[in-house]
């Protein structure tokens, strides 16, 4: 009654999108520092294990799990820095208009040869 019209914004499809692309940016680098975490606490929960509760003391079997662990680490990074860039939305989209043209030239290609096969003017002529 008393309150201030809402005033309803609208989005342009292209600002919806470059939003989009932020937010699953924005979580894919929250999941790999959440990760980092994980790592760390993980790492020092295998050295407590094997040292401190003598689990397996004879060997120290804490190293090839956190080197197995930091590999995953360092590939998990490498896919959000490095691959993110090579292959994004840009290269996403690239791909998809090469593939809907070579999907256009094939269809143009198919009606040409139908249009040889069997002409028009054959086809709208009466039989006698």
């Known amino acids: 009654m008393f309150s201030k019209p ?4 609208e989005i ?3 600002q919806h999108q470059l939003l989009e692309t932020a937010q699953a940016r924005i979580r894919q680098k929250k ?3 959440a990760h980092f975490v994980f790592f760390l606490i993980g790492s020092v ?5 094997n040292k401190i509760l003598k689990y397996g003391e004879q060997y120290d079997w804490f190293v090839w799990g956190i080197t197995f662990w930091a590999f995953l680490f360092v590939l998990h990074a490498f896919n ?17 208009e090469k593939l809907v043209k070579k999907q256009r030239e ?16 054959n086809i709208n002529k009466k039989k006698d």
């Open 6 to 9: 809402k005033i309803e914004t």
């Open 12 to 14: 342009a499809p292209e």
């Open 31 to 33: 999941r790999l520092y």
């Open 45 to 49: 929960f295998l050295i407590l294990i």
């Open 80 to 96: 959000v820095f490095v691959s993110h860039r090579f292959m994004g939305s840009d290269w996403e989209r690239q791909q998809r």
């Open 106 to 121: 094939r269809i143009a290609e198919l009606q040409k040869e139908i249009e040889t096969d069997f002409p028009i003017s």
